[in-house]
T-cell receptor
Framework: NAGVTQTPKFQVLKTGQSMTLQCAQD?????MYWYRQDPGMGLRLIYY???????DKGEVPNGYNVSRLNKREFSLRLESAAPSQTSVYFC????????????FGEGSWLTVV | DQQVKQNSPSLSVQEGRISILNCDYT??????FLWYKKYPAEGPTFLIS?????DKNEDGRFTVFLNKSAKHLSLHIVPSQPGDSAVYFC???????????FGKGTHLIIQP
């Protein structure tokens, strides 16, 4: 019972490099999200996709792009990584469009040097 | 401005005693509230929720209380166990497409 799966688990990037975080869910959920977690800041929404074919900015979208490839997959891309993007990234999904109970992946630890 | 506030960054409780985690919110449009539990190096996991039409919801050792007039909710854990040591996030939903709004979390430490 995989739930929400995200890759890679750990990544070190140099400033200016690009990378894509992959996320897939097998629960047939409509909505998917990308959050970042920083010390003392809680979970902040980067982008979300309320349903297949739509994406919208969250609280902290600058420096990121997303793609809702299909109902299962939602990727997060850093075009030119900056040290301020060092964080833990969580993908999540929910059955109901826009909420209400969301389920998280295991997290991706990203360090930008 | 923070719409969901957890004012205690950490809380230490003795094993067997009651743990009470607090959460305040400012947005009166929120009508569904959740608590998530997070261990280090893992993703947050859903713990318990409550709808705004209720003032209490219980699940085993976990009870969530909602005071709508005060815009306050709390999570009670009785009795507290070592495995309860984790970060607890309060979250709220106002029906929008952007999902949940989270507090900054409270680190609960259960001491033997």
């Amino acid at each position: 019972n995989a739930g929400v799966t995200q890759t890679p688990k750990f990544q070190v990037l140099k400033t200016g490099q690009s990378m894509t975080l992959q996320c897939a869910q097998d629960m047939n959920h409509n909505s998917m999200y990308w959050y970042r977690q920083d010390p003392g800041m809680g979970l902040r929404l980067i982008y979300y996709s309320a349903s297949e074919g739509t994406t919208d900015k969250g609280e902290v979208p600058n420096g990121y792009n997303v793609s809702r490839l299909n109902k299962r997959e939602f990727s997060l891309r850093l075009e030119s990584a900056a040290p301020s993007q060092t964080s833990v990234y969580f993908c999540a999904s929910s059955e109901v469009e826009g909420g209400n109970t969301i389920y998280f992946g295991e997290g991706s630890w990203l360090t930008v040097v | 401005d923070q719409q969901v506030k957890q004012n205690s960054p950490s809380l230490s409780v003795q094993e067997g005693r009651i743990s009470i985690l607090n959460c305040d919110y400012t947005n009166s449009m929120f009508d569904y509230f959740l608590w998530y539990k997070k261990y280090p190096a893992e993703g947050p996991t859903f713990l318990i929720s409550i709808s705004s039409i209720k003032d209490k919801n219980e699940d085993g050792r976990f009870t969530v209380f909602l005071n709508k007039s005060a815009k306050h909710l709390s999570l009670h854990i009785v009795p507290s166990q070592p495995g309860d040591s984790a970060v607890y996030f309060c979250a709220a939903w106002g029906g929008g497409a952007d999902g949940l709004t989270f507090g900054k979390g409270t680190h609960l430490i259960i001491q033997p």
